[in-house]
Each structure stands twice: as structure tokens, then as C-alpha cells.
């Protein structure tokens, strides 16, 4: 554990610290607001007279570039790495300090500003994982602008809805981005999405990197070197923002019809950042961050940009996969910079699992402390996995897009609570859960349930849905009538430690003749078969019991199906659950459908499966996969 001072740590025990900080809010996130810079301090560290609208140091006045940036680069970390970009897809690299990208920033916002843009103004970013990306990001917060960032990987029309819902006065984006070698044509997604969007964007902003078509349009579009050449300033004045002023909007993915822009605020937003440095990820001085994420996704908002800036460590942003050239890259990172800290995902474990370990163990990650892993659960046989040939801790922890940061979690920062594989722990600072029935009472220890966050909750978190007040609180509010409960619509058991057990999505709960199975808990004693790579159940129609489980099932690379194999994982089921799991079918698959983000796309199995329409396929990882569903159901299942 570090220790460092600026952080907010009146106790070094998880349960003090936890009750004090949902007990006193007030005197808690105040605490840890005072270890930021403010231009004016707050009269109220939480207004909650319209709740659920909840704000956060009312009445402060802030800035999270000025904070993120300017407090290091003119302080005593000049010329510390900031940046630390690796693009292995490219072959190139770089080290940015503070003080480069102080300046960087500064000239960017200039740029921005000479163009017309101004408080309040949406600016999307549609960019690969270059230092550019989070120069624009902290320019538009200089100014007060809100960022929109859309995931590089989007397609047209997802793009066109976002520019639509946003309405952004100017588009920042680079010619291409590079996957495994291959060039990502960005620009004319941006052109095409342009052309479809019904909103007009003045300016579009383009990045060369020399590795893809340009095609500008004349009056439009404008080179971010030539508009940094012609536009840029060394100094502009960081915008004195309120506290509660939105810093940006970032898309949920995977869901149907209209996009769902979740709003952070500006001072919440920074302090809860700032504060799970300390708290949770135990980082401190001489912290070296390496989150793998993507800057499309909150993860890569929080934790590649926002919070190791703040915090004041070097942050690698990396362009890449995890397995491309070879399955040692990310590893090859850790040992060149010293990385102590690092934020993955339980999917790129699973991807690394199928290669042989000397690709880990012969690595040098003497240096790593920690992997906290989020976005889906973790399984016991991949964390067992991970902390055997990562020789480190494996944290799991579980948050959402609308969080901003982790909901439940170990917190080393403040106490190393014992793991207990396949839950991501506790409660985070600031959290009071509960699991509930669908009238909200509150159920007994170790039954299934909905978990619900007990209004307020911590700052940071969303403030609404962009431009649908109304839409805030039917999706997370309105669940359980007269009680303030936040639904973070994910189906939980509660132990009797007060551990928290993620089942899945509380809508793709399956209901056997009156028995709710989390998907969960169906997937984890089906992967644990020593022939089985991955997993995923649906609940399907079922005349008798309602409903019935069929399940869709990976085999290791060097498996074929087989009778003999269904009947073990039947019988596995049956044994480890009970008769009422019995899946009705067992479907062998060579890839299951999955988000850009690595989630299992369960809604488009079921889809596929009961012949209905598709829906919105915009963030699927590989269209192909909903053919081997198709191909699945036709041909390689045995019904019962
Ligand atoms: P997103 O907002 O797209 O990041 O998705 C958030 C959802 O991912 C949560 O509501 C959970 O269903 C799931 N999730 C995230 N982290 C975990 C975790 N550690 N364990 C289980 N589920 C998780």
C-alpha cells in the first residue's frame, strides 16, 4: 500500500471506510475533493432535493484539464511521461510528458476555439488510439465543450444516429486507424455518416497519419496539423466551470433503437476519479497505468485518459490487440515501462488462455502488482488462469457505463479484502447495495435477486440521458415504486459475508417452471468442462415449463462434438445444479456472437434462434458469428 497523501483515507479498513462513506457523504466526498483544485469551492458537497437528479459540489467551480493537466505540467512533474503510446499494428511508438501534452492541449484548444466552439458545444471524436484522441478530449474540457468520443470501430449508421442525437458543431477524426496490420478506413465512415446525418457539422477536424485516404471536402474540412499551424494557441485560459456543467456524453453500446447518452458531470466526475485511484487502485507515486481498453469505451474515458492524469502517473494507451503480432505484446509493454498497474477484461484473458503460458511466464512482469478485470464476470477457471501465468493479483470488478467508475470491487488502496473467485467483492466507497424482489423488499442472504444501488449514489456517476430526463429515470429510478432505488438491471446473490455473485442481466433471467436461473450460473458449470472454451445460454419457449434452457457451446480448438460430450455437460449440469437446469438442447458452435466491448451478445442468439428480427448489429465484434448461430441451430444440435 502507498503512502501517499493525496488521497482521502480516514481508515484503513474496508468496513469503516465503507460506512462512513455512505453514512457521511458529505463530510466523505468532501474529504476527497480537497486534495483538487477548485477556483471556488462548493456551498454543498450533495444537493439531492431532486432526486434521483443528484448533485455534486453545488456551487464549485472547476476544471478537469486544468486539474488533469496543468496542475502537473507546471508543477513538479514537467517532464514526467504522460502519454506513453504503443501501437505494435503500426510498429510505432512514443512518450509524451505533461509538460508536451500541456502544450498540446493548449494549442488544441485554441484550434477549437478560433473555429467557433464554445461552452456547452458537442465536439465527437471519432478516433483510433493515438495521443490525439485525448489531446482533443482534454481541449474540448478545457473549453467546456462536451466530448462525444465514438468508438473507432462503429459503423456509418451508428455514427450517423450519434451525430444526430448530439448535434456536434465540430467532428475531430483521424484518416484511419490500424487493426492487426490493416488499415480501418475512418474517413469515409465519417463522410458517409455525414452525408446520412441529418444534423450538419460545420468543421471536420482530420488527423494524418498517413496511412489511409484523406478525400477532404472543400470548406469542411480542415488537417489537424494546418489548423493547429494556423489556429493553435500557446495559452488558453481553462474555462471556470460549475461543478454540475455536463464534460461529456458517452453512448451505451448494444442496445436497441434510439442511442442512450449517458451525461457525466464535471466536478463529481473528477473527485470520484481521482479518489478510486488511491482507494481502489492502490496507485500512487512511481505508478506506472496500463489499461487496455479503448477510448470509445467509459473504461478508456476513466482510466486511460481521465483518472492516471488526474492521479498524475504515466498512462499507455495502446493500439492493438491483445494477440497481434504475437500473444506477448501487452506483456512486452509491462516489461519495457515497468507497468504496476493494469485494467483488462475477463474476455482478453480467454483470448490469451488458448496460447501456450511461456508466452506470460517468460515475460518480466516483476513489476506488476495488480490486473483489475471488468465487463463481464470473471470465471473461476480464468482467474485462476490469470493469476498463475500473470504471477500477480487478479482483482474483478464490476461497473457499468452509467458508474463512471467501479461499483462493486476490492479495494487494495484502503484493505486487501480475501478473494473469493467469481465475485467481484464488495460495494465501492460511496455504495450501498442491496438485493431486492421485484417489489423491492429486500431478500434473504444468499437468494437471487435484482441488485439495486440505495439512492444517492456516488458522485461521478450519471447526471441523465442527453436531452431525456424522463428516460433517466424509467431505465434506472422507476423499477420499485416509493423506494429510491438505482437498478443496475443485473440479477445477484448477496452472501452471507455480504459478497456480491453477478448471475447476468436481469432480463435474460430464464424462467424453468417458476425457477429463475441467472445465465450465469448455467455458463460457469458448463465452461468448467475441461473441453469446453466458452459459453452461452438462452432461454427459449418451452410449452411445458414456460421456459427451457438451450445452450450454445464452444469446444477447445482441438475438440470435436460429440454425443459422449453433451451427455457429460448434461450431466454436469444436472449434478452440479439439479434436474430443473437441464438444457432442452445443446448447440455446438465454432464462435459465439460478441460486442466490440467482448460481451456475449445473448439478445441476438435468442433472436436468431426464435426467428425474430436482429435488431441493432452496429457494435457486433464479427457479423459472421450470427451465421454460425444460424448454422448451430440448423445443423449441429441434437434436441431432445
Ligand atoms: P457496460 O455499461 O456496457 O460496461 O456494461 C455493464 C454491464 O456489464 C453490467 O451491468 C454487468 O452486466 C456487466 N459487468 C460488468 N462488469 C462485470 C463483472 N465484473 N462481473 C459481472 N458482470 C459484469
Redesign the pocket.
Known amino acids: 500500500m502507498h503512502h501517499d497523501e493525496s488521497r482521502f483515507l480516514p481508515y484503513t479498513d474496508y468496513e469503516k471506510l465503507h460506512t462512513m462513506s455512505v453514512t457521511e457523504p458529505e463530510k466523505f466526498w468532501g474529504g476527497c475533493a480537497e486534495y483538487l483544485h477548485w477556483y471556488k469551492k462548493w456551498d454543498k458537497v450533495l444537493d439531492d432535493s431532486k432526486a434521483p437528479f443528484y448533485r455534486w459540489f453545488v456551487g464549485g467551480k472547476t476544471n478537469i484539464c486544468y486539474n488533469a493537466v496543468d496542475r502537473h505540467a507546471l508543477g513538479d512533474k514537467r517532464g514526467m511521461a504522460a502519454i506513453i503510446w504503443e501501437s505494435p499494428t503500426t510498429g510505432k511508438s512514443s512518450v509524451m510528458t505533461y509538460f508536451q501534452l500541456y502544450r498540446e492541449v493548449n494549442r488544441f484548444a485554441g484550434v477549437l476555439k478560433n473555429l467557433g466552439v464554445k461552452k456547452g458545444d458537442r465536439v465527437i471524436i471519432y478516433m483510433p488510439m493515438v495521443p490525439e484522441a485525448a489531446v482533443a478530449m482534454l481541449a474540448c474540457v478545457r473549453i467546456g465543450a462536451i466530448h462525444s468520443v465514438v468508438f473507432g470501430g462503429f459503423s456509418t449508421e451508428s455514427l450517423a444516429d450519434r451525430i444526430n442525437d448530439a448535434a456536434p458543431k465540430v467532428v475531430v477524426c483521424a484518416e484511419a486507424g490500424s487493426r492487426k496490420g490493416n488499415v480501418v478506413p475512418l474517413k469515409k465512415i465519417i463522410d458517409d455518416s455525414l452525408a446520412a446525418a441529418k444534423v450538419k457539422v460545420e468543421k471536420v477536424i482530420v488527423l494524418n497519419r498517413g496511412i489511409g485516404e484523406l478525400n477532404l471536402v472543400a470548406g469542411r474540412d480542415i488537417l489537424w496539423d494546418e489548423a493547429m499551424e494556423k489556429h493553435g494557441e500557446v495559452f488558453v485560459e481553462p474555462e471556470q466551470l460549475d461543478s454540475t456543467d455536463p464534460s461529456y456524453i458517452l453512448y451505451?453500446?448494444?442496445t436497441t433503437g434510439k442511442p442512450k447518452g449517458v451525461v457525466r458531470d464535471t466536478g463529481g466526475y473528477m473527485v470520484a476519479l481521482h479518489a478510486s485511484m488511491g482507494q481502489i487502485y492502490d496507485v500512487g507515486e512511481g505508478d506506472v497505468y496500463f489499461s487496455t481498453s479503448d477510448i470509445g469505451?467509459?473504461?478508456g474515458h476513466s482510466y486511460i485518459v481521465y483518472a492516471p492524469l488526474l492521479k498524475g502517473v504515466p498512462t499507455i494507451m495502446f493500439e492493438g490487440t491483445p494477440d497481434y503480432p504475437n500473444p506477448g505484446v501487452w506483456w512486452d509493454v509491462v516489461a519495457k515501462y515497468g507497468v504496476t498497474t493494469m485494467f483488462s477484461a475477463?474476455t482478453a484473458m480467454r483470448v490469451l488462455r488458448k496460447f501456450p503460458e511461456t508466452w506470460f511466464k517468460e515475460k518480466d512482469l516483476s513489476s506488476l502488482k495488480y490486473v483489475f478485470?471488468?465487463?463481464?464476470?470473471?470465471d473461476e477457471p480464468t482467474y485462476h488462469w490469470a493469476t498463475d501465468a500473470l504471477g500477480t493479483k487478479v482483482i474483478?470488478?464490476?461497473?457499468?457505463?452509467?458508474?463512471g467508475w467501479p461499483m462493486?470491487t476490492n479495494m487494495p488502496g484502503v484493505e486487501f479484502l480475501p478473494i473469493k473467485p467469481g465475485s467481484?467483492t464488495k460495494g465501492a466507497m460511496g455504495y450501498q447495495f442491496l438485493v431486492v424482489n421485484e417489489k423491492g423488499e429486500e431478500i434473504p442472504r444468499g437468494e437471487k435477486g435484482f441488485l439495486v444501488a440505495k439512492g444517492p449514489i456516488p458522485p461521478g456517476t450519471l447526471m441523465t440521458i442527453w436531452g431525456d430526463d424522463e428516460r433517466y429515470k424509467e431505465s434506472y429510478w422507476d423499477f420499485y415504486p416509493g423506494k429510491m432505488f438505482y437498478h443496475?438491471?443485473?440479477f445477484a446473490i448477496m452472501d452471507k459475508d455480504g459478497y456480491l455473485w453477478?448471475l447476468?442481466?436481469a432480463d435474460e433471467v430464464i424462467n424453468v417452471a417458476g425457477h429463475r436461473l441467472g445465465t450465469?450460473e448455467v455458463e460457469e458449470i458448463l465452461s468448467s468442462h475441461p473441453k469446453v472454451a466458452e459459453t452461452s445460454v438462452i432461454g427459449i419457449k418451452d410449452d411445458l415449463k414456460g421456459e427451457a434452457i438451450s445452450a450454445f457451446v464452444v469446444l477447445k480448438a482441438d475438440v470435436t462434438p460429440s454425443p459422449e460430450i453433451e451427455k457429460e455437460l448434461i450431466k454436469l449440469i444436472r449434478d452440479k445444479i439439479g434436474a430443473i437446469a437441464t438444457p432442452k438442447e445443446v448447440r455446438f458452435i465454432h464462435a459465439l456472437p460478441k460486442?466490440r466491448?467482448g460481451?456475449i451478445m445473448r439478445r441476438v442468439i435468442k433472436a436468431v434462434a426464435e426467428g425474430q428480427k436482429l435488431g441493432d448489429l452496429s457494435t457486433i465484434e464479427d457479423g459472421a458469428t450470427v451465421d454460425e448461430v444460424k448454422k448451430a441451430l440448423e445443423t449441429m444440435g441434437v434436441d431432445k
Open positions: 451505451t453500446s448494444g469505451w467509459v473504461v475477463p478485470l471488468a465487463g463481464e464476470p470473471l474483478d470488478h464490476y461497473w457499468q457505463t452509467e458508474s462493486l467481484p443496475t438491471g443485473d453477478m447476468g442481466r450465469r460486442t466491448s460481451k
